[in-house]
């Protein structure tokens, strides 16, 4: 090995690519790559998000519809089978009060909570939530239980 053959390990050093837009010498001068006239031939050019050329875009030209009530609210439901599986998992004894559902992850603290009847429940339990479904009602209350509203 002696000083004319040394050269850097394998894939060690990058090639740095061609430099734009630094004079005619180099090759690449005058509009440096980027035609001529147009938006993206400027400096400081950024293209908006959804930007189609000049075209109508896409998210202009599908129609809108519908409506938001603003009045609207939101009930976390929870359903009959997941109430008896707590009452076989020795988590819940008789009574169900919101706090409880939200120690059990079934609820948040800010949410209105509703029973819903799918499944059957075995337990006799004492339920104090905001709302019931019908069916949810009459099966809480064939269990020997009882559905209070908030």
Known sequence: ???NNLKPAAGSVKNQGKRIGRGQGSGKGGTATRGHKGAKSRSGYSRKVGFEGGQMPLQRRVPK?????INRKEYAGINLHKLQELVDNGKIKDTVTLDILIENRLAGKNDLVKIL????????LNITVHKFTATAKAAIESAGGT???L
Do not use: P, R
């Not at 519809?65 to 009530?69: E, S």
């Open 65 to 69: 519809f519908g409506f938001t009530n």
């Open 147 to 149: 559905a209070e509203t």
């Open 117 to 124: 009847g799918n499944g059957e429940l075995k337990a006799k």
């Open 1 to 3: 090995m002696t000083l």
